[in-house]
């Protein structure tokens, strides 16, 4: 049996970062839930505002960038389904996919240099 602390499952038990799921399905937004996953903690109403902003922007890019045609092309074509998400996986570069990355860099950089805040998301 494998241990994560993300996750407990037990007979009629299952616990999410020490949550029991019953206490996030209905009452938590997929983003709240999604950065417990990550963080290990469930956020602030402004986290949660802005981690369901990202999430919401980040959510169909359509049917054009290579890890989808790819993934949907091998899926479509008879292949098995670890197939298609490996070469969908695979087609991520540093231009689709990872381009967030240089994006952080940016925003790191422009707090470093202490450029001055714009209005926040709960302006």
């Known amino acids: 049996m494998w241990k994560s602390a993300i996750t407990k499952v037990e007979p009629g038990k299952i616990m999410i970062r020490g949550h029991p799921i019953e206490d996030l399905i209905g009452k938590r937004g997929y983003?709240?839930?999604?950065?417990?996953?990550?963080?290990?903690?469930?956020?602030?109403p402004a986290e949660a505002k802005i981690f369901d902003a990202i999430i919401v922007s980040s959510c169909d890019h359509g049917v054009t960038p290579p890890s989808t045609l790819i993934a949907r092309t091998l899926a479509s074509t008879g292949n098995e389904l670890n197939a298609a998400l490996a070469g969908g996986v695979l087609a991520i570069s540093r231009f689709h996919g990872g381009a967030i990355e240089g994006c952080m860099e940016v925003l790191i950089e422009g707090v470093g240099a202490g450029i001055p805040a714009g209005p926040s998301i709960g302006d």
């Open 31 to 44: 983003a709240e839930v999604l950065f417990l996953l990550i963080k290990g903690r469930l956020p602030n």
